[in-house]
Every structure is written in structure tokens, then in C-alpha cells.
């Protein structure tokens, strides 16, 4: 081989090392990790003694946390691959309402409730999906539609079945049901009276539950939180089905030449954010012990708002499960940080926006440096 030839494979930009500062500082979490940062600096500085850091602190925020969790999630890997699912809120509302309809007005087993409302709107999912990819429509016009459908539906049932808006009695027919157990119940009790008995974490001083821990467990919604969280994380970087739904939603003109399945995809991806509403909408109901029609009111717009946080494009090709967990964790730390520390809780979406504009400029900027665009 010739010099020229040799010095040319060398400066070949195509095997350019990056280095693991640019590396880092091109990652989609960025924003996320910032904000992290600097929420947790804040109420560390202003909240400290207020009991936001106790064991019963940590898990208000963790709990609140774990909700926005499941559904960013869902819609990270929806916004990954393009597309936007607006009908999420009124998915979680209809899900909570179906499984106390077919639960508490029909009698029928919890479980088969569960199974039935999963079924149901997963089949949602795929039909927004469906009509957005065989119409060519935009997402956010097919999805706005569904908002308003199933909104509509979450209403009209129960009042049209029960002449009211909220159906109750969910935790008496959901008792010691199988199912109902993994949506509702909690892990780790064992554990944490051990933490309790040697002084680890607080107990209770007085009453009925003197000695008990004050937390006794964690809840299943944030086990499902982590597990929805690492599910998606792994799917989107160790799998070729992750390298899909990036390329779905870069070009997907290109990536349908290059033989990506974009279509399923796509589709995958609405019925996957419908499971993620249903999950959270299960979870509601098996702790509030009923469901109501206002359920779920802007959860659509809360789950953009975090994956954008962590980092994602609303453009579609870039962004991280991780990022919009971050993304979510600040949502939750926020609301439960400003009762902690005495604030005015309509400041919440104050604090929210300003955090949403500064994570959005840091990636943006960051990014532009690194990658030289203007």
C-alpha cells in the first residue's frame, strides 16, 4: 500500500476515535443529568429538614416519580421512532374504568378484568398505529382524535351503567386476587422490618403499629417502573429492533430502502406506549380502590414534556429510555419538593417549564458545538 493510501485510511473519518469527553457530552441524558443535578441541589439546600429525605419523603417523590416513569418511557421509544401519541391521558382513564366496569358492575374475576382491558387497549395502540401509517396522517391529528374518543367513552360508561362518574370497590373484589397482586400490592416487607428493628429507617413510636417500619415496602408500581425502564433501555441499545426504531424515525424513507420494517414498527411502538398507559392505569386503580372518568387529565403532554427533558428530539431519531426516566424522576421530585419546602404548589409548573427550556437549550447548544451544526 502507498503512503497517500496508507495516511488516507488512517484520517478515514468513518474510524475516527471519539474521545469519552465529546462522547459524554454528545449523550442524549445530558439535559437529563443536569437537571437532575441541579433539582436535587436545590431542595438539598432548601428542603433538607423538611422530611423530603426521610424513608416516607422518598417514597412520596419515588411513587409520583414511577408514574411519569412508565409512561415516558412508552412515549420515548414512540418519539424515537417519529411519532407522537397524544390519546395516552384518556388511554389511562379508559383502561381504570374498563377494569372496574368489568370487575365491579359485571363480576367478573380481577384478573380476567386485566387481561381483557390489556387486550383492549394494546388493540387501540395498534389501530392508532395502523391508521397513522396506512393514511400517511400525521400522529398527533390520528392520536388527538383518539384523546377525544376515548375521553368521551371513559364518561359515557359509567354513567350510561352506574348514573355516576367513579366506581369504587375495586380493592374488595381485587382481594387476594393473583393478578391484582402484581399491579397493587408490595415487595421487600420482610426487608424493611429488619431496617426498622435495628433503627435503620424510621418506625412508627406510638399507636397500634409502634415499632413498624413507616415504609413497609415497595410498591409495585415502582417495581414496574424499573423493570418497564430496563425493558426499554436494553431495547433500544443492545438490539437490532433498537437500531429499527432509530432509523425509523431519522429517515424513514432510507431506512425503508435499507429493509427496516418501518410500518411494524411504527406500530410496535403505539401498542407498546397503550401497554405502558394501561400498566400505570391498573396500578391507579388497585391503589386508589377505584376509577374515575377524570383520570389521566394532560398525562400525555407530562410524558413529552419528561422524554424531552431527557433529552429526545421531537423531530424523531435521537434520544434515550434513560434520559426520559430523568426526565421523569425531575417531574416527580419537583411536585413533591415544592410541598416539602412550603411552596405555592402552582409554582410546579412553573419550576417545570423553566427546567424544560434550560434541559432543551443545554442539549441543543451542546449538541451544535459538538457536531458542528449551525
Excluded at 144 to 164: D, H, M, N, S, V
Amino acid at each position: 500500500m502507498s503512503e497517500s493510501a496508507q495516511s488516507t485510511a488512517v484520517e478515514d473519518e468513518r474510524i475516527k476515535e471519539i474521545s469519552p469527553l465529546r462522547r459524554a457530552l454528545i449523550r442524549p441524558e445530558l439535559g437529563g443529568i443536569v437537571g437532575t443535578v441541579a433539582v436535587f441541589t436545590f431542595f438539598l439546600l432548601f428542603a433538607f429538614d423538611s422530611g423530603m429525605f426521610t424513608s416516607q419523603g422518598v417514597l412520596n417523590w419515588s411513587i409520583v416519580s414511577a408514574q411519569f416513569m412508565i409512561i415516558a418511557v412508552g412515549a420515548c421509544l414512540l418519539m424515537i421512532a417519529g411519532e407522537f401519541d397524544l390519546s395516552v391521558g384518556s388511554m389511562i382513564g379508559f383502561a381504570g374504568m374498563m377494569i372496574a366496569i368489568f370487575s365491579v358492575t359485571l363480576s367478573w374475576p380481577v384478573w380476567m378484568a386485566i387481561i381483557v382491558t390489556f387486550a383492549l387497549c394494546v388493540s387501540i395502540g395498534a389501530l392508532n398505529g395502523f391508521i397513522v401509517v396506512r393514511t400517511g396522517l400525521p400522529s398527533f391529528i390520528v392520536t388527538l382524535a383518539f384523546l377525544f374518543i376515548l375521553r368521551g367513552f371513559t364518561i359515557y360508561l359509567p354513567q350510561t351503567i352506574e348514573r355516576k362518574t367513579i366506581i369504587g370497590g375495586i380493592k374488595d373484589v381485587a382481594e387476594g386476587d393473583w393478578l391484582a397482586s402484581i399491579f397493587g400490592g408490595k415487595v421487600g416487607q420482610g426487608f424493611f422490618s429488619w431496617l426498622g428493628e435495628n433503627g435503620l429507617i424510621e418506625t412508627f413510636e406510638r399507636g397500634t403499629r409502634a415499632g413498624q417500619p413507616v415504609v413497609d415496602g415497595i410498591p409495585m408500581l415502582i417495581v414496574w417502573a424499573i423493570g418497564i425502564i430496563i425493558f426499554g433501555h436494553v431495547l433500544l441499545t443492545k438490539t437490532k429492533f433498537g437500531n429499527w426504531i432509530f432509523a425509523a424515525g431519522g429517515d424513514a424513507e432510507a431506512a425503508r430502502n435499507s429493509g427496516v420494517p418501518v410500518n411494524k414498527v411504527k406500530i410496535l411502538m403505539f401498542m407498546f406506549t397503550a401497554f405502558c398507559a394501561t400498566v400505570f392505569a391498573t396500578c391507579q386503580v388497585m391503589e386508589f380502590g377505584s376509577a374515575g372518568a377524570d383520570r389521566g387529565l394532560l398525562k400525555e403532554f407530562e410524558a413529552i414534556i419528561a422524554v424531552v427533558i431527557g433529552g429526545a428530539l421531537l423531530t424523531g431519531g435521537y434520544g434515550s429510555v434513560l434520559g426520559a426516566a430523568l426526565g421523569a424522576l425531575i417531574f416527580g421530585v419537583v411536585q413533591q419538593g415544592l410541598f416539602f419546602a412550603g411552596v405555592e404548589s402552582s409554582l410546579f409548573r412553573v419550576f417545570l417549564g423553566i427546567i424544560l427550556l434550560g434541559a432543551v437549550i443545554l442539549n441543543t447548544y451542546i449538541r451544535r458545538i459538538i457536531t458542528g451544526e449551525h
